[in-house]
T-cell receptor
Framework: KQEVTQIPAALSVPEGENLVLNCSFT??????LQWFRQDPGKGLTSLLL?????REQTSGRLNASLDKSSGRSTLYIAASQPGDSATYLC??????????FGKGTLLTVNP | EAGVAQSPRYKIIEKRQSVAFWCNPI?????LYWYQQILGQGPKLLIQ????????DSQLPKDRFSAERLKGVDSTLKIQPAKLEDSAVYLC???????????FGPGTRLLVL
């Protein structure tokens, strides 16, 4: 059974800092890994999707890496802004096309 | 392109009552998912449809939860009777095919008193 763990559970940083969110998964037989953002009272917004054959994806100030063999992914956020405050969820798509989520990291960026 | 639509957005019921949620996926998306997200947890898949057929319902509490996807488009999720532990956000998502990006609706917040 796939298990996804996210560390830290919560993170508070001052505006402008670069930060890293971590995700680990137990079963390396995955199709892809996604990072989502969830704002309070809202649904999930997909930020980055990394296929199992890829090592990283970039979008603006966000960079996600994937090391499938070690079961790890990181989400790097450069020059953080108060608008980045949200919960960030990591999810892996398994061979049965089932998406398994971590519990998320609650990020607060202080002005 | 319109996103995934869900209704209602909020629902408060008493335990043992029934409730139903509705989802309209993105046009052309064959795969539809219902997730349950309890406060402080990541979403948990309840049921996955491919067109109007069920692909995975292994985590659906079938004694009280049921779901259907009418004509391979809209879907409804029903809880009957509701328990206190069913209080959660119910998220609907859709994708063109099973291995592509899933797009999520805003969710329905259910509070069971």
């Amino acid at each position: 059974k796939q298990e996804v763990t996210q560390i830290p559970a919560a993170l508070s940083v001052p505006e402008g800092e670069n930060l890293v969110l971590n995700c680990s998964f137990t079963d390396s037989a995955i199709y892809n890994l996604q990072w989502f953002r969830q704002d309070p009272g809202k649904g999930l917004t997909s930020l980055l999707l990394i296929q199992s054959s890829q090592r990283e994806q970039t979008s603006g100030r966000l960079n996600a890496s994937l090391d499938k063999s070690s079961g790890r992914s990181t989400l790097y956020i450069a020059a953080s802004q108060p608008g980045d405050s949200a919960t960030y969820l990591c999810a892996v798509l398994g061979s049965n096309y089932k998406l398994t989520f971590g519990k998320g990291t609650l990020l607060t960026v202080n002005p | 392109e319109a996103g995934v639509a869900q209704s209602p957005r909020y629902k408060i019921i008493e335990k043992r009552q029934s409730v139903a949620f509705w989802c309209n996926p993105i046009s052309g998306h064959a795969t539809l998912y219902w997730y349950q997200q309890i406060l402080g947890q990541g979403p948990k898949l309840l049921i996955q449809f491919q067109n109007n057929g069920v692909v995975d319902d292994s985590q659906l509490p079938k004694d009280r939860f049921s779901a259907e996807r009418l004509k391979g488009v809209d879907s409804t999720l029903k809880i009957q009777p509701a328990k206190l532990e069913d209080s959660a956000v119910y998220l609907c998502a859709s994708s063109r095919v099973g291995w592509e990006t899933q797009y999520f609706g805003p969710g329905t917040r259910l509070l069971v008193l």
